[in-house]
Nanobody, 125 residues
Framework: QAHLVESGGGLVEPGGSLRLACQAS????????IGWLRQAPGEEREAIGC????????IVEEPLEDRFTVSKDNANGMMYLQMNNLKPEDTGVYFC??????????????????WGQGIQVTVSS
């Protein structure tokens, strides 16, 4: 059975960094596009960035592209979201997601058929 499990979240002070990881199991990540999204309290889910299944297209949406990086490691079935210079408004639940042969286009669509359970990131002093 296919699963995605996020790790690496938690509490961090403003200006700090976190790297979220997402472990894929039950399937081979090589043929899957991946995405990272987040949802702040009371807000709609927001797209952060994506990697196409081929790995050729890698996008982080504005205005996060100066601080966030997305990547995937097919060999180890891992996806990563590196977040630097974190701000209180980055607080929320972060999700990884995958789509077979998924593309990656600026401003989406971020449509996926498998999602992680979400992990909390809190930026506060």
């Amino acid at each position: 059975q296919a699963h995605l499990v996020e790790s690496g979240g938690g509490l961090v002070e403003p200006g700090g960094s976190l790297r979220l990881a997402c472990q894929a199991s039950g399937f081979t990540l090589e043929h899957y596009g991946i995405g990272w999204l987040r949802q702040a309290p009371g807000e709609e889910r927001e797209a952060i960035g994506c990697v196409s299944w081929s790995g050729i297209n890698v996008i982080v949406e504005e205005p996060l592209e100066d601080r966030f990086t997305v990547s995937k490691d097919n060999a180890n079935g891992m996806m990563y979201l590196q977040m630097n210079n974190l701000k209180p408004e980055d607080t929320g639940v972060y999700f990884c997601a995958t789509q077979l042969r998924g593309r990656c286009l600026r401003k989406g669509p971020y449509e996926y058929d498998l999602w992680g359970q979400g992990i909390q990131v809190t930026v506060s002093s």
